[in-house]
Nanobody, 126 residues
């Protein structure tokens, strides 16, 4: 069982930065690939980024590539999402999720993630 808790959301001006954290409980955190997703009001949840179990491989949605960076610290059971050059269209609730299928690297789907956090709100003012 893995429990995920996101933090770090808030209100930021366009062009600003935020760093989201996702803290995981349990001793098997390094057995999971981790993903970040977001959902804006009235829209479907969408893929943002994914990181391999070791942190050595990352994958991004085109809409955030070059602006967002996903990383993890397995010793701290935490995955991060550094968001720079934020745009109003980045505003959403951001979720982290854990996927035991570590062999999947460049995967942008939502199915297969066993555990999800409750989300953290990111608001970007123009």
């Amino acid at each position: 069982q893995v429990q995920l808790v996101e933090s770090g959301g808030g209100l930021v001006q366009a062009g600003g930065s935020l760093r989201l954290s996702c803290a995981a409980s349990g001793r098997t955190f390094s057995s999971y690939a981790m993903g970040w997703f977001r959902q804006a009001p009235g829209k479907e949840r969408e893929f943002v980024a994914r990181i391999s179990w070791s942190g050595g491989i990352t994958y991004y949605a085109d809409s955030v590539k070059g602006r967002f960076t996903v990383s993890r610290d397995n010793a701290k059971n935490t995955v991060y999402l550094q968001m720079n050059s934020l745009k109003p269209e980045d505003a959403a609730v951001y979720y982290c999720a854990a996927d035991p299928r570590t062999h999947l690297i460049y995967y942008s789907g939502m199915t297969g993630y066993n555990y999800w956090g409750q989300g953290t709100q990111v608001t970007v003012s123009s």
